[in-house]
């Protein structure tokens, strides 16, 4: 969410970033400094300094943060497989008939290509 927020407009301090997620979190601003701090240890974002405040801007896209993030998730959970993550979610009922209809049609096309 703190990447959305950044995403969307650029730079902005932390108060900004505050304001933009109260209605969608319920996070306290602690929470949100927390945030900031990890991602600009992971080179997500950075801060320039202006006055007594830093300016955060994101570094990468969003492509590549999903790209990044979700194949972490797929390393932890899944070993890095995809089948089982597609499993979990079928069998949870987290699969709408449209997401099923854009797998097939996704399959189809990698075995096209192939």
Not at 30 to 58: E, H, Q, W
Not at 82 to 105: E, N, Q, Y
């Amino acid at each position: 969410m703190v990447m959305e927020v950044l995403w969307r407009r650029h730079p902005v301090p932390t108060e900004a970033v505050v304001t933009a997620l109260e209605g969608e979190q319920h996070w306290q601003e602690g929470t949100i400094k927390a945030l900031l701090n990890r991602l600009l240890k992971k080179k997500a974002i950075r801060a320039d300094k202006d006055g007594r405040r830093f300016l955060y801007s994101p570094v990468v896209s969003r492509d590549e943060w999903l790209l990044t993030e979700s194949k972490g998730l797929l390393d932890r959970l899944f070993a890095g497989r995809i089948a089982p993550l597609a499993v979990h979610f079928s069998r949870h009922g987290k699969l709408t008939k449209r997401d099923i209809a854009d797998l097939k049609r996704l399959i189809a096309e990698i075995e096209d290509e192939k």
